[in-house]
């Protein structure tokens, strides 16, 4: 079984701009979570998506937004991207999420984004 | 909003000791979690908690879901080289999680 792929793996933008990555989850997995780890937070929860709507969101602003497809694929987007946003963006996939799977969670290995 | 603190920051052992973490939240979690995470990869789950008072092993690793459900500690029985890395401990209530700092650990042949 294929794990969790993320694309790009690493990424280099600059202030301002908007970016959009990618998490491919696991065959039957129908939640993807997306986390964000930086020296300074820490790992921070941003969203999960479930059947294509998001269930649950951390406190984040709104420049952070994701979709789910049917497929059950998503993709976070940031907008007005800042220094700030530099981190190693996190997703991972579980067969149902919302807090009951946990032992069936795999993570991604993350997309790198550097804001220059 | 909800914090964890994590402790010890880091440990320094050596091969065969036992190494013991735990995290202490000013909340209530439903669910406790343990993670282990290499460099340039994402955390596995190592442990997870779905009862107060709950006590679970993973092989060399037991963890402990506080029965105030504001706490929990994992434990590593006779560490082995490859047990080095971060551990995390998450509070997660309906799937949304908040993690603690992390333990870096290593350990000495």
């Known amino acids: 079984k294929a794990g969790v792929t993320q694309t790009p793996r690493y990424l280099i933008k600059t202030r301002g701009q908007q970016v959009t990555l990618s998490c491919s989850p696991i065959?039957?997995?129908?939640?993807v979570s997306w986390y964000q780890q930086t020296p300074g937070q820490g790992l921070q929860f941003l969203f999960e998506y479930f059947s294509e709507t998001q269930r649950n969101k951390g406190n984040f602003p709104g420049r952070f937004s994701g979709r789910q497809f049917s497929n059950s694929r998503s993709e976070m987007n940031v907008s007005t991207l800042e220094l700030g946003d530099s981190a190693l963006y996190l997703c991972?996939?579980?067969?149902?999420?919302?807090?009951?799977?946990?032992?069936?969670?795999?993570f991604g290995p993350g997309t790198r984004l550097t804001v220059l | 909003g909800q914090q964890l603190n994590q402790s010890p920051q880091s440990m320094f052992i050596q091969e065969g000791e036992d190494v013991s973490m735990n995290c202490t939240s000013s909340s209530i979690f439903n669910t406790w979690l343990w993670y282990k995470q290499d460099p340039g990869e994402g955390p596995v789950l190592l442990i997870a908690?779905?009862?107060?008072?709950e006590l679970t092993s993973n092989g060399r690793l037991t963890a402990q879901f506080g029965i105030t459900r504001k706490d929990s500690f994992l434990n590593i029985s006779a560490s082995i080289p490859s047990d080095v890395g971060i551990y995390f401990c998450?509070?997660?209530?309906?799937?949304?999680?908040?993690f603690g700092d992390g333990t870096t650990l290593t350990v000495k042949p």
């Open positions: 908690l779905y009862k107060a008072g």
């Open positions: 998450a509070g997660d209530n309906a799937g949304k999680s908040t």
């Open positions: 991972a996939s579980s067969p149902l999420g919302g807090g009951g799977s946990y032992n069936e969670q795999f």
């Open positions: 065959s039957g997995h129908r939640s």
